[in-house]
């Protein structure tokens, strides 16, 4: 028989909130956490604004010891474990002194620890091999994150680091998920992180893809289903998450965030209007639909949908491409928002992060607001009643969440909460 | 010159940060082992080796670290490539 999979544990380090209750009042409340960034400027970016996570030395302290901050310069692993050691902390969890080999984790990356490679390359070009110390590897492995947690909470299931771009953190809680469901770990932890900075955002300010009309006004700058949506905002952090068999949650007479449906994840393969960074809208239509029959659900029992949405032309086709696949329009069209209005898109991290935030409108009852869109983009107001796109939270009971990502390398993601009902 | 105090004294303040056994480490002699008494992870042996070269000013071949196990050890190394100076 398969497992039903709940929810029972999350922690998250976002640019507009460190920790589930400052996150929680944050994205109820419509708080920014986007920022201009001087170093950006005196580097030449076109856009000088993004989210980084306010994580103080005091409190990395309270997550690491003084022998595993020495040499330590990756955010990624820094924001990535936080977020995962709040989340077993969250689920009434405890460390366990011998290896759990019921317990494992899926924890994505785009990059690790940037910052520290770069030092290294440095050094290196410099003649100095022999000098890096026994730090190098371990912060700059894509598995490093993954790898931390493991060590820190004695994980002895799979412990592994997945990659998908702007997919990864959706993508991990669905690999979660299924090896929970197929009976082989108990508990997975899940979710996903993004090293922070010029040396991960470079790359897209060079494809002129990030807004460069806003480092006067950060806070307006990222601008999902906006008229004026003009690029994204890049950002970092982590999301994470405690998925364990309905089973071993009741055992433990434990909280339950939410239960997870199911999902489903696909690719374009990069064919008809698909390529390495733009989606192919069959694609995305079908891991929508499949998503939402493998979640035996209608369309119709959606409430709230949190988008992908990053601010850029595509939002319209992103609009389209879920209003064909669910057969639903205007007044009709569940309520739609996105997160990155307040906190830019965090990349790798950005579906863990936002999933958190799709889980907490289930547990708290409420839509949290989409800042930044007063003038709403024409031709998705065409699509969906401006009603749905609410410019303040809502309280209310939600039911059902579809949360989507999509990634460079036409990759998609399209995972489905609900409400936990026994 | 440093005295053979000194010396250790100085290899205690270097390798403080990656003990993780304060027992072995409160009770340091010349014959305590790195790896076993002190609990040193052994990947951090190279860091030890890293520090004690900033401190002394010197370079340690891969010969010498390799033997680098114990106080003694690397005292016995430090002064050898002192004297080479």
Known sequence: ?422 | MRTNEQMISDLKEIVKPYIQNQHGFDSLTEETDFINDLKINSANLVDVVLDIEDKFDIEIDNDSMDKMLNVKAALEIIETKLSEK
């Open chain 1, 1 to 422: 028989m398969e497992n039903r999979v709940v929810i029972t544990g999350m922690g998250v380090v976002a640019p507009n909130g460190v920790g589930l209750e400052a996150f929680s009042n944050a994205i109820q409340h419509g708080l920014s956490g986007v920022k201009f960034f001087s170093n950006l400027k005196e580097l030449g970016f076109s856009c000088c604004i993004g989210g980084i996570p306010t994580v103080s030395e005091e409190l990395k302290r309270e997550y690491f010891t003084e022998l595993q901050l020495k040499n330590f310069n990756s955010s990624g692993i820094l924001y990535g474990c936080i977020a995962g050691m709040d989340a077993w902390k969250d689920a009434g969890l405890a460390i366990s002194e011998s290896a759990d080999f019921d317990s494992g984790t899926v924890f994505g990356a785009g990059t690790s620890g940037i910052d520290k490679f770069r030092e290294a390359i440095y050094k290196l070009d410099d003649g100095k091999v022999r000098r890096l110390g026994s730090t190098v590897v371990a912060q700059t492995m894509a598995s490093g994150v993954s790898a931390y947690l493991g060590g820190i909470l004695g994980l002895g299931n799979q412990v592994t680091t997945n990659s998908s771009a702007c997919t990864t953190g959706t993508e991990a809680i669905l690999m979660g998920y299924d090896r929970i469901k197929a009976g082989k770990a108990k508990r997975m932890l899940v979710g996903s992180t993004s090293d922070n900075g010029p040396y991960v955002w470079g790359g897209f300010d060079a494809m002129r893809v990030l807004t460069y009309k806003h480092n006067e006004s950060p806070e307006q700058g990222s601008r999902p289903m906006s008229a004026s949506a003009s690029g994204f905002v890049p950002g970092s952090g982590a999301g994470a998450m405690v998925l364990e068999s309905l089973e071993s949650a009741l055992e433990r007479n434990t909280t339950i965030y939410a239960e997870i449906l199911g999902g489903n994840v696909n690719s374009g393969g990069q064919r008809n209007e698909g390529s390495m960074t733009a989606p192919n809208s069959d694609a995305v239509q079908r891991c929508i639909s499949a998503a939402i029959k493998n979640a035996k659900i209608e369309p119709k029992d959606i409430d709230v949908i949190n988008g992908h949405l990053t601010a850029t032309s595509k939002d319209f086709t992103e609009i389209k491409n879920w209003s064909e696949a669910l057969d639903l329009k205007g007044s009709n069209f569940p309520y739609i928002n996105s997160l990155k209005s307040m906190i830019g898109h965090c990349l790798s991290a950005s579906g863990s992060i936002e999933s958190v935030a799709s889980v907490l409108q289930i547990k708290k009852g409420f839509i949290f607001q989409n800042s930044n869109c007063e003038d709403l983009n024409e031709e998705i107001t065409s699509l969906v009643s401006k009603e749905k796109i609410p410019q303040k939270t809502i309280k209310k009971d939600i039911n059902i969440v579809a949360k989507a990502s999509f990634g460079f390398g036409d990759v998609n993601g399209c995972v489905i909460f609900k409400k936990f009902d026994r």
